[in-house]
């Protein structure tokens, strides 16, 4: 059903959590001019790769550039997993700058999860857009400084980096459309009901306190056989025993605070 709404298991907190209301408040006007230059350098330099790509794009490599995408979608699912886990799972909001700007938006995220459903494009996606931006420019830069027959032997590997990319940048809507039960255009739905992006019934099993798995996002095509796994419990266990930091501690701490009225 698409016009359900969220299981009570995903809203322990809301817009009224003392928690939700104080991380929502940490939001400033710098981090704002951040995602603002991020999304736009990052947008005009995918705009300017796939240009070049699709210049020097030769019909009989297809069934690579095909692989390259198909490969490049399963390895963003698996850096979403893999970003998300460690933002919830390790960092407190009170670390000096990177707190405020990065942890933040996660710990929020879990205690009012419709929250990303009122952000606009800008803070929705700014983070994941300014990731891209060290290997665009660096790809930006090898189209310009090589000569189209240098460029054929590297055209596939950066066709699957730019879908990489891509799919990065769009990890964060894809979420917030994961969350969104109302006025989603037909088309989106469509790809979530054919599970080519996170579908939203798959990522409500994340929403479950402790929170503890199910991190990919993108696609979720890697949370079930990382589950089976146990992939994100052996990584904590491994950190555990090398720092003796145990997971999520910040995250319970917000949980925590008291709804107010
Ligand atoms: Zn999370
Ligand atoms: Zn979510």
Redesign the pocket.
Known sequence: MSTDKEPAKAQKGGRNHAGAKELAGYYSSGKRVQEYICVTVASSLLVFNAYHIILNFDVENWKWHFAAAILAIVVSDFASGLV?WLS?SYGSVDMPVFGKAFIRP?RE??IDPTAVCRHDFIEVNGDNFMLTVPYFSYMAYKFISHTPAEIQTFVVFESFMLTLGFFVMLTNQIHKWSHTYFGLPRWVTLLQDLNLILPRKHHRI?HVVP?ETY?CITTGWLDYPLEKLGFWPAMEAIILRLTGIKPRTDDMHWCKKEEIR
């Open positions: 998300h919830d996660f995220h879990h994340h929170h991190f």
